[in-house]
């Protein structure tokens, strides 16, 4: 009796599976994968809604901006949503993540100025609300020129830059127009050039409002962000002899891309009294790398080479959703059948896709 009731089950568990086997292959749910040319509206459309989630997400250094399409393929596999998966260079620019300036209009860092450049992985879900950042890795790494004797970056808890940044901000705040006593809230970047006359440092440093006037001596403490006037400062020479200059900036600021209306925008800074060389985030560091949030390594959406990063982020589901229609694609696209299983075509004919894209900048 009991070796009749397992054959009974067996029997039942084969029908069972035959029959979602039957149903997978009725309802077509094998994969389509398609490679745009990536200099395409379609691709250009995709990447952008990626650089803006990218500067979106950033809570200290500077924005990136695209600087060329690596690889774009996209993959349809209905009922599912249908996703992109991209690999993208972008390059640090000279605007600070808190500067309300567009990305578009925010110059790059040149190589002689020691270019920091991102190699990204994304992957984007294409719903009716639009596109939707739903994870990615990158990867950062300064670029530059050969040259003798120009400016080279330094640690940013380096004591001599220290030193400037601590006696050039004193002198702002005791000189600007604003009457406003401003805080440092982070350090950008530091560099060093040996001259004749020693070493020459050069800084760059993102500074608060506090609630003292420039004439107070007292415990000044930090507006809130999201009131708050801030600015990024330059300064170059030395403690003793230093030459300053800060662009102030207002309460941080975005365009609601489904109501085209202007919102305030929260970002997590912690502004901080000066004493950064005891700040462990940027021990051995000479530049912001990008915000790591959660390793999304479990999630299988990002190709095996992400892994070797430890740059990575998988998006929360409470982000919001990027919205940005995207163009027709100008020309065929390559599409090929994809699946571990394909009856039909044993062999798919993958032909070559159109990448890279054309270089924006460098």
């Known amino acids: ?77 209905p009922p599912q949503a249908d996703t992109y998966h991209l690999e993208l260079d972008l390059l640090e620019t000279t605007c600070h993540v808190l500067d309300p300036t567009p990305v578009s209009l925010c110059p790059v860092r040149q190589k002689v100025d020691m270019a920091v450049e991102a190699d990204c992985d994304f992957v984007l879900e294409n719903t009716t609300q639009g596109l939707s950042v739903v994870a990615f890795k990158c990867e950062t790494e300064t670029e530059s020129d050969e040259c003798l004797g120009c400016p080279q970056l330094v640690l940013l808890n380096d004591s001599d830059g220290l030193q400037l940044i601590e006696s050039s901000l004193d002198y702002f705040n005791k000189n600007n127009a604003l009457n406003t006593k401003f805080a440092l809230l982070e350090i950008g970047r530091i560099r060093s050039q040996i001259v004749s006359g020693g070493p020459r440092y050069f800084a760059e440093y993102a500074i608060i409002g506090t609630n003292c006037t420039s004439q107070d001596d007292d415990i000044c403490i930090p507006q809130n962000h999201n009131v708050a006037i801030h600015g990024l400062c330059l300064a170059q020479g030395s403690a003793k002899l230093n030459d300053v200059d800060c662009k102030i900036f207002g309460p941080t600021q975005a365009v609601d891309p489904a109501s085209n209306a202007t919102v305030q925008v929260q970002k997590l800074l912690h502004a901080h009294t000066f004493g950064p060389q005891h700040n462990p985030a940027i021990h051995g560091l000479k530049h912001h790398k990008l915000t790591a949030l959660h390793d999304p390594s479990a999630s299988g959406l990002l190709s095996a080479e992400s892994s070797e990063s430890a740059e990575v982020v998988m998006v929360p589901k409470i982000a919001p959703v990027v919205k940005r229609e995207v163009a027709e694609t100008q020309g065929p696209a390559v599409d090929a059948a994809v699946s571990e299983k394909t009856p039909v075509l044993s062999k798919p004919i993958l032909l070559a896709p159109i990448c890279p894209g054309k270089k924006k900048h460098f």
């Open 1 to 77: 009796f009991g070796l009749l009731l397992f054959s009974m089950q067996l029997c039942a568990t084969l029908t069972v599976l035959g029959l979602l086997v039957m149903g997978s292959q009725a309802q077509g749910v094998m994969p389509t994968v398609s490679f745009p040319p990536c200099d395409s509206p379609e691709a250009e459309a995709a990447a952008l809604v990626a650089q803006d989630f990218l500067n979106a997400q950033q809570t200290h250094g500077y924005k990136y901006a695209l600087n060329q399409i690596d690889e774009i393929k996209f993959i349809s596999m």
